[in-house]
């Protein structure tokens, strides 16, 4: 089984381009809060145990978060080539996957886009209350200003989208960041992408980078 990270900002679409990925057969995305809603439903004894953290407004321990990704790793199929989205976040995290046998990153891949960019593609976001379509206010409007073209129900701003709590994030996202861009640099498996670039070119050249 191959294991690749995806590292990038809010914004920088490496989540898109991982669910993108899953159209081919051989590639699965898993995403921190996929792993743990996908545990704590299923009662398992690490989802119960990451439960009793979150209802507390804690971070689930790495030791836990580890154990979760090697559990539903146990049951996937050898040839597929897994994406992990939003784990790890930091170099200790980074440090203890690699301490696992079962979780050795065959490379890890950075979306690089400047955090002006960054700031006008999150501020400008949109969705919708009741179904959750997405829309931006420059690049994919609705076409009632205000209400979801498929569901008809209105199209807010989410809270963490305003441009103060945005550039917080990328703030946060930085100062986490370097330490493991410089951990994988020095692990020889850091791959780096343009990410403001259109998607179906960067889909071809993950295809490539990935193969």
């Known amino acids: 089984m191959q294991l690749t990270v ?4 809010p914004g920088s679409g490496k989540g898109t381009q991982a669910k993108k990925l899953t159209q081919h057969d051989h590639f699965i995305h898993l995403s921190t809060g996929d792993i743990l809603r996908s545990a704590i439903k299923e009662g398992t004894p690490l989802g119960v145990e990451a439960k009793k953290f979150m209802d507390h407004g804690e971070l689930v321990p790495d030791t836990t978060m580890i154990g979760l990704i090697q559990e539903t790793l146990k049951n996937l199929a050898p040839h597929q080539h897994v994406i992990l989205d939003g784990f790890p976040r930091t170099v200790a995290q980074a440090e203890a996957l690699e301490a696992q046998s079962t979780t050795k990153i065959r490379s ?13 593609r999150l501020t400008g976001r949109r969705v919708c209350k009741q179904c959750g379509q997405p829309y ?3 690049h994919m409007r609705p076409q009632h200003e205000g ?12 809270s963490d989208d305003t441009e103060s709590v945005v ?3 990328l703030e946060v996202f930085h100062s986490q960041n370097k330490g493991l861009v410089d951990f994988y640099s020095k692990k020889g498996n850091l ?3 343009n990410a403001n670039q ?4 960067i889909q071809n050249l993950l295809m490539e980078l990935l193969a």
């Open 6 to 9: 995806f590292l990038g900002a």
């Open 108 to 120: 890890a891949v950075l979306f690089e886009i400047a955090d002006d960019l960054l700031v006008e």
């Open 136 to 138: 931006h206010v420059r």
């Open 147 to 158: 209400k979801c073209d498929a569901c008809g129900s209105e199209v807010v701003q989410r």
């Open 167 to 169: 550039k917080r994030r």
């Open 191 to 193: 791959k780096r992408v």
């Open 198 to 201: 259109a998607p179906e070119k």
